[in-house]
Nanobody, 125 residues
Framework: QLVESGGGLVQPGGSLRLSCATS????????IGWFRQAPGKEREGVSC??????????WYADSVKGRFTMSRDDAENMIYLQMDTVKPEDTAVYYC??????????????????WGQGTQVTVSS
């Protein structure tokens, strides 16, 4: 189970930290990702990290590179997305997701089969 929190209204240029609490599985064995879906648009990947078996590198979408930072605390079963210097175009519902990473691949190529319910982020003055 995945449960996101931390969304809300933030002004342009501000910061927000999203959290994703996980339960029911051993988090470090899973690839993890943050996705978002804006109104009228398709869901897109924001950031992802590999598993302990296939760590790879942390991937970021070009649109958030240098502004967002993803992290994980496997001991606490938590996933985080630090959002800095946010822009109005960051407005979306943000989802965390996991994939069992049964094979080695880039983290942004896994199918991600478990999803949270999403948390709304609105960037507006």
């Amino acid at each position: 189970q995945l449960v996101e929190s931390g969304g809300g209204l933030v002004q342009p240029g501000g910061s927000l930290r999203l959290s994703c609490a996980t339960s029911g599985f051993t988090l470090d064995l899973y690839a993890i990702g943050w996705f978002r879906q804006a109104p009228g648009k398709e869901r897109e990947g924001v950031s992802c990290m590999g598993s302990s078996n296939y760590p790879g590198y942390t991937w970021y979408a070009d649109s958030v590179k240098g502004r967002f930072t993803m992290s994980r605390d496997d001991a606490e079963n938590m996933i985080y997305l630090q959002m800095d210097t946010v822009k109005p175009e960051d407005t979306a519902v943000y989802y965390c997701a996991t994939d069992p990473a049964l094979y080695e691949d880039l983290c942004n190529r896994y199918p991600y089969n478990t999803w949270g319910q999403g948390t709304q982020v609105t960037v507006s003055s």
